[in-house]
């Protein structure tokens, strides 16, 4: 692996995405008959809960049971936001999947119930077919201006040409529609449709005009004849909003009233009971389908008992998705409570809950996630510094462990090695503390950081030991 | 005003105002879509003409403008994309007797230009031969009288990079025109913003 530095240029036309703690995961890495294979998809181990997981695709796919709930529980870095992205993955882009932490909903912007409600909302999508106005012609030609300082906030301006066979037409175009664009690789030669409303891109295929210019081709490409006649057309498509999208289109008070209303982000429940009523006219009428999905609140036991009582309320709704919750606590305090109960969630949710708990990982599933995280992050390790990093972790974290990957790559890449090695690893081992070695750090030293009050304690602690020696000393 | 307010209202129900030299007359009809019709204040011409109809998601539809056009500069940070400046812009202006449209930024020699009224589709067709520009016109207002479109009374002309086509109104609607410019005349408007009745 050579390590060119990659000049901006380059990485505009290809476009990476970023690397995120959970990208490296595609799916569930189940086969049809819902077996868990050992590594699939980026998942590693995990077998039983990875197959409840399963089950849980099927629910949803079928879309006919509302408001079933599943509590993922497990230690923390045991997998367990791994496996809802693994969910959402396996679902495919035409579920909705909302992902919200328990912490997100304490905002000063709305109420809590508020906060739940939309965010149930959003986890149900309706598919409607509408009248749009859309462009649809042949890509002439695609030319984006950069500004001449890369730093610079300024916009990226471009021009588009599209043509039909009658007719040829230049379209300014806005940074994120370039954006788009580039998302969607669209080349020149190429048929595609713009929704003028949302921007959206859709390719319909290779323009018959461009068979003979490549030798080969990819399985899929798909050649389409040029489009007749105007390139503004109006057209029937068909799309998947959320009932809060909805709720949005339909919430926004008209004409000057608009000044007085404030945006505090909150819908009125009347809003929303009209939505409810439309969305049931047009389902009864066969005009939109509904398609429940799936809502993920990860770390919920920083929800309060308000919240879990709304909760068991709104899964009561035969609209109701399915409601996935994360939680790494014991047997700990209800928030807003002096109760306990096991994963900090009530008991009347937990009973009508399906409790799913994930293992901590063996040596072996360590190593392995260790190495799909290496891939990911696209860094090279010698044999050695890999089981160094698997030792690191067994007495660390996982979460640790990962850090250290990249860190130590750039530390690899100071002494111009390709692959990084034990001394690089020791080097980043020594250069960050772990959690482990930090509070040693602190009680070693506590009595020079400010308001530590284990001053006391400790004091007594060293009379103790004084004492102790004292009596040692007697005794020798 | 509200859409609830106006359930005992009869339909189409008119207001106007009067503002920046144009008398602005809106409409609503009954199946909530409304129409804002701009008339000159001094010569009452009709300047702009736009229709804004209830969508199906709900929420406020865009203006589609029939007659008139609005000018509406390319912002790159927030628009998506809009037809580049330099390319042709068709906006009807009509005159007292006939129906008018103006194409400019037609760059090229007024013989690759070739305008056809389209019998089948009731619509007036403008073709290039190079295939650079291609258009299809149809009048509302004629759809509205259920009148045909005769291909021998459709004049066009080319100079100063403009396409201007015009084709005559059919008597009808001249007479309904004069009619509603009389009752336009009788209209009181009040000059400057309009308070509504329950502030």
């Given at each position: 692996?050579?390590?060119?530095?990659?000049?901006?240029?380059?990485?505009?036309?290809?476009?990476?995405?970023?690397?995120?703690?959970?990208?490296?995961?595609?799916?569930?890495?189940?086969?049809?008959?819902?077996?868990?294979?050992?590594?699939?998809?980026?998942?590693?181990?995990?077998?039983?809960?990875?197959?409840?997981?399963?089950?849980?695709?099927?629910?949803?796919?079928?879309?006919?049971?509302?408001?079933?709930?599943?509590?993922?529980?497990?230690?923390?870095?045991?997998?367990?936001?791994?496996?809802?992205?693994?969910?959402?993955?396996?679902?495919?882009?035409?579920?909705?999947?909302?992902?919200?932490?328990?912490?997100?909903?304490?905002?000063?912007?709305?109420?809590?119930?508020?906060?739940?409600?939309?965010?149930?909302?959003?986890?149900?999508?309706?598919?409607?077919?509408?009248?749009?106005?859309?462009?649809?012609?042949?890509?002439?030609?695609?030319?984006?201006?950069?500004?001449?300082?890369?730093?610079?906030?300024?916009?990226?301006?471009?021009?588009?040409?599209?043509?039909?066979?009658?007719?040829?037409?230049?379209?300014?175009?806005?940074?994120?529609?370039?954006?788009?664009?580039?998302?969607?690789?669209?080349?020149?030669?190429?048929?595609?449709?713009?929704?003028?409303?949302?921007?959206?891109?859709?390719?319909?295929?290779?323009?018959?005009?461009?068979?003979?210019?490549?030798?080969?081709?990819?399985?899929?490409?798909?050649?389409?004849?040029?489009?007749?006649?105007?390139?503004?057309?109006?057209?029937?498509?068909?799309?998947?909003?959320?009932?809060?999208?909805?709720?949005?289109?339909?919430?926004?008070?008209?004409?000057?009233?608009?000044?007085?209303?404030?945006?505090?982000?909150?819908?009125?429940?009347?809003?929303?009971?009209?939505?409810?009523?439309?969305?049931?006219?047009?389902?009864?009428?066969?005009?939109?389908?509904?398609?429940?999905?799936?809502?993920?609140?990860?770390?919920?036991?920083?929800?309060?008992?308000?919240?879990?009582?709304?909760?068991?309320?709104?899964?009561?709704?035969?609209?109701?998705?399915?409601?996935?919750?994360?939680?790494?606590?014991?047997?700990?305090?209800?928030?807003?409570?002096?109760?306990?109960?096991?994963?900090?969630?009530?008991?009347?949710?937990?009973?009508?809950?399906?409790?799913?708990?994930?293992?901590?990982?063996?040596?072996?599933?360590?190593?392995?996630?260790?190495e799909i995280r290496c891939e990911e992050e696209?860094?090279?390790?010698?044999?050695?510094?890999?089981?160094?990093?698997?030792k690191i972790c067994t007495t660390t974290s996982?979460?640790?462990?990962?850090?250290?990957?990249?860190?130590?790559?750039?530390?690899?890449?100071?002494?111009?090695?390709?692959?990084?090695?034990?001394?690089?690893?020791?080097?980043?081992?020594?250069?960050?503390?772990?959690?482990?070695?930090?509070?040693?750090?602190?009680?070693?030293?506590?009595?020079?950081?400010?308001?530590?009050?284990?001053?006391?304690?400790?004091?007594?602690?060293?009379?103790?030991?004084?004492?102790?020696?004292?009596?040692?000393?007697?005794?020798? | 005003?509200?859409?609830?307010?106006?359930?005992?209202?009869?339909?189409?129900?008119?207001?106007?105002?009067?503002?920046?030299?144009?008398?602005?007359?809106?409409?609503?009809?009954?199946?909530?879509?409304?129409?804002?019709?701009?008339?000159?204040?001094?010569?009452?011409?009709?300047?702009?003409?736009?229709?804004?109809?209830?969508?199906?998601?709900?929420?406020?539809?865009?203006?589609?403008?029939?007659?008139?056009?609005?000018?509406?500069?390319?912002?790159?940070?927030?628009?998506?994309?809009?037809?580049?400046?330099?390319?042709?812009?068709?906006?009807?202006?009509?005159?007292?007797?006939?129906?008018?449209?103006?194409?400019?930024?037609?760059?090229?020699?007024?013989?690759?230009?070739?305008?056809?009224?389209?019998?089948?589709?009731?619509?007036?067709?403008?073709?290039?031969?190079?295939?650079?520009?291609?258009?299809?016109?149809?009048?509302?207002?004629?759809?509205?009288?259920?009148?045909?479109?005769?291909?021998?009374?459709?004049?066009?002309?080319?100079?100063?990079?403009?396409?201007?086509?015009?084709?005559?109104?059919?008597?009808?609607?001249?007479?309904?025109?004069?009619?509603?410019?009389?009752?336009?005349?009788?209209?009181?408007?009040?000059?400057?913003?309009?308070?509504?009745?329950?502030?």
């Amino acid at each position: 692996m050579s390590i060119p530095k990659i000049t901006q240029e380059v990485k505009d036309i290809t476009r990476i995405e970023r690397i995120g703690a959970h990208s490296h995961i595609r799916g569930l890495g189940l086969d049809d008959s819902l077996t868990a294979r050992a590594s699939s998809q980026g998942m590693v181990g995990q077998r039983t809960a990875r197959k409840s997981m399963g089950i849980v695709v099927h629910m949803a796919r079928e879309g006919k049971i509302a408001g079933r709930a599943v509590l993922l529980a497990g230690p923390p870095g045991s997998g367990k936001t791994a496996l809802a992205m693994g969910l959402a993955q396996a679902l495919g882009s035409e579920t909705p999947f909302v992902s919200i932490a328990g912490s997100e909903i304490f905002s000063l912007e709305m109420s809590k119930t508020e906060a739940l409600t939309q965010a149930f909302r959003k986890s149900i999508g309706v598919q409607i077919s509408e009248e749009t106005e859309v462009v649809e012609g042949e890509v002439v030609e695609i030319q984006i201006d950069r500004p001449l300082d890369k730093g610079a906030a300024g916009a990226k301006t471009g021009k588009l040409t599209l043509k039909t066979t009658d007719m040829e037409t230049v379209y300014d175009l806005g940074a994120k529609l370039i954006d788009n664009l580039q998302k969607e690789k669209v080349q020149s030669k190429d048929i595609i449709t713009l929704d003028k409303a949302t921007g959206k891109i859709t390719k319909l295929g290779r323009s018959l005009g461009a068979t003979g210019d490549f030798d080969a081709m990819g399985a899929s490409t798909r050649f389409v004849q040029t489009p007749q006649g105007e390139l503004q057309k109006r057209k029937e498509v068909s799309h998947t909003l959320s009932l809060h999208e909805i709720d949005v289109i339909n919430s926004r008070s008209q004409g000057f009233l608009a000044l007085f209303a404030g945006d505090t982000g909150e819908i009125k429940s009347e809003v929303r009971e009209q939505i409810d009523l439309k969305v049931a006219g047009w389902r009864e009428e066969g005009k939109a389908t509904i398609h429940p999905g799936v809502l993920f609140i990860d770390e919920v036991h920083m929800l309060d008992i308000e919240c879990f009582s709304f909760l068991n309320r709104a899964l009561e709704s035969d609209m109701a998705p399915i409601l996935i919750m994360a939680s790494n606590r014991g047997i700990t305090r209800i928030r807003g409570t002096d109760y306990q109960a096991p994963h900090g969630v009530p008991l009347d949710l937990l009973d009508r809950t399906l409790i799913i708990a994930t293992e901590p990982y063996s040596d072996e599933e360590i190593s392995k996630i260790l190495e799909i995280r290496c891939e990911e992050e696209d860094v090279a390790f010698t044999e050695k510094a890999k089981t160094l990093l698997t030792k690191i972790c067994t007495t660390t974290s996982l979460r640790y462990a990962i850090q250290l990957i990249t860190a130590s790559s750039l530390v690899a890449q100071k002494r111009k090695a390709y692959e990084v090695d034990m001394i690089d690893l020791k080097k980043v081992y020594e250069l960050f503390v772990d959690v482990k070695r930090s509070t040693q750090f602190l009680k070693d030293y506590q009595n020079e950081f400010m308001y530590n009050t284990q001053e006391e304690v400790d004091a007594q602690e060293d009379e103790a030991v004084a004492t102790d020696n004292k009596s040692m000393d007697t005794t020798e | 005003m509200t859409k609830e307010d106006s359930a005992d209202k009869k339909y189409p129900y008119t207001s106007s105002i009067v503002k920046d030299g144009r008398k602005k007359v809106h409409t609503t009809f009954e199946d909530q879509s409304e129409m804002v019709e701009e008339f000159d204040v001094n010569n009452n011409k009709l300047l702009v003409r736009k229709w804004r109809r209830p969508t199906k998601l709900g929420g406020e539809g865009e203006w589609e403008f029939e007659i008139g056009a609005e000018v509406k500069p390319f912002n790159p940070m927030n628009d998506l994309f809009a037809p580049s400046t330099d390319n042709p812009v068709v906006v009807r202006s009509d005159t007292s007797d006939s129906f008018q449209w103006r194409i400019r930024n037609c760059f090229f020699d007024k013989n690759v230009y070739q305008v056809t009224v389209d019998v089948e589709n009731q619509s007036i067709v403008i073709r290039t031969s190079n295939k650079k520009y291609y258009k299809v016109i149809q009048i509302p207002d004629m759809i509205r009288l259920k009148q045909q479109l005769i291909p021998q009374s459709l004049q066009w002309s080319h100079s100063n990079n403009t396409l201007i086509i015009s084709y005559p109104k059919p008597p009808a609607l001249v007479q309904q025109e004069r009619v509603k410019e009389h009752q336009l005349r009788q209209l009181n408007s009040k000059e400057g913003d309009v308070q509504c009745p329950q502030q």
